[in-house]
């Protein structure tokens, strides 16, 4: 078991819940509880819903709490109601009022919907600043959000202008303003939109990252390809347990005659 810790600790959270996937209940539980528990939240969230449901029932509500604080609002959002009542209120006291708000946005939203699948870490720019400008506030920030390939232009009431693919602003003079690198033909998404509409798009025009905005064209969030993928994985999923299914109950139909 402790060569095994050893071997969990150097693997990819991704590769991790693949495994926990693979094995039978008793055997994912005994692995689960080797995994260090700064690592559960990342795992949590790799893991399929079936394989989370059995990972959360075998945690206690101490070990969800420390799991839950380490995420972004999206990702509450997505745990959420797998949760105990009692965790998530616990959870949403313990948020400032921008998360809280962010959250409880994010769960008013159907599972097919563009508006549970979006994320709220995003940067966003002005189009009247040099790309030095821009170089200089990126240079500030501690990282990037993953999936970051492009900046969203915004105005000051946060309606979206653009975006800044990543590319252009490195490539060209610095001296350049954003509103003359821009793109302002950018495919966005409205948050009651239909996620499999959206992950169609985000294959035809090989997307990274599209912006979410409301009806009133104000950037609320955005779609990202890793959000996109899972969206795919699990669609197929159920598609092979419905053939299963089907091909079972033919077979029983079958074995009756």
């Given at each position: 078991l402790v060569e095994l810790q050893r071997k969990l600790d150097d693997l990819h959270s991704a590769d991790v819940a693949y495994i926990l996937e693979a094995l039978p209940l008793d055997d994912r539980l005994t692995l689960w509880q080797l995994v260090k528990a700064d690592r559960d939240g990342d795992i949590l969230l790799e893991v399929s819903d079936s394989v989370r449901e059995t990972l959360i029932a075998d945690m206690d509500d101490h070990e969800l709490?420390?799991?839950?604080?380490e995420m972004d609002a999206d990702e509450l959002a997505d745990l959420a109601p797998e949760l105990p009542r009692d965790v998530v209120h616990e959870l949403m006291?313990?948020?400032d009022t921008q998360q809280r708000e962010r959250v409880r946005s994010a769960l008013s939203y159907d599972e097919d919907q563009v508006g549970a699948l979006m994320d709220f870490e995003m940067v966003t720019i002005r189009e009247d600043v040099s790309l030095e400008v821009v170089l200089r506030y990126l240079r500030r920030?501690?990282?990037?959000?993953?999936?970051?390939?492009k900046?969203?232009?915004?105005?000051y009431?946060?309606?979206?202008?653009?975006?800044l693919p990543i590319k252009r602003l490195l490539v060209n003079d610095p001296e350049k303003k954003v509103a003359d690198l821009m793109a302002s033909d950018t495919v966005s998404f409205h948050p009651d939109e239909d996620a499999y509409d959206a992950a169609q798009a985000f294959e035809r025009y090989d997307l990274i990252s599209a912006p979410v905005v409301d009806k009133n064209g104000k950037l609320i969030g955005r779609l990202t390809?890793?959000?996109?993928?899972?969206?795919?994985?699990?669609?197929?999923e159920t598609e092979v347990l419905n053939m299963a299914e089907c091909r079972s109950s033919s077979l029983r139909c079958n074995s009756t005659r």
């Amino acid at each position: 078991l402790v060569e095994l810790q050893r071997k969990l600790d150097d693997l990819h959270s991704a590769d991790v819940a693949y495994i926990l996937e693979a094995l039978p209940l008793d055997d994912r539980l005994t692995l689960w509880q080797l995994v260090k528990a700064d690592r559960d939240g990342d795992i949590l969230l790799e893991v399929s819903d079936s394989v989370r449901e059995t990972l959360i029932a075998d945690m206690d509500d101490h070990e969800l709490l420390a799991a839950a604080k380490e995420m972004d609002a999206d990702e509450l959002a997505d745990l959420a109601p797998e949760l105990p009542r009692d965790v998530v209120h616990e959870l949403m006291e313990a948020l400032d009022t921008q998360q809280r708000e962010r959250v409880r946005s994010a769960l008013s939203y159907d599972e097919d919907q563009v508006g549970a699948l979006m994320d709220f870490e995003m940067v966003t720019i002005r189009e009247d600043v040099s790309l030095e400008v821009v170089l200089r506030y990126l240079r500030r920030l501690k990282e990037l959000p993953g999936h970051t390939d492009k900046l969203f232009v915004v105005d000051y009431e946060g309606i979206l202008k653009g975006v800044l693919p990543i590319k252009r602003l490195l490539v060209n003079d610095p001296e350049k303003k954003v509103a003359d690198l821009m793109a302002s033909d950018t495919v966005s998404f409205h948050p009651d939109e239909d996620a499999y509409d959206a992950a169609q798009a985000f294959e035809r025009y090989d997307l990274i990252s599209a912006p979410v905005v409301d009806k009133n064209g104000k950037l609320i969030g955005r779609l990202t390809i890793d959000e996109i993928v899972d969206l795919i994985r699990e669609e197929s999923e159920t598609e092979v347990l419905n053939m299963a299914e089907c091909r079972s109950s033919s077979l029983r139909c079958n074995s009756t005659r």
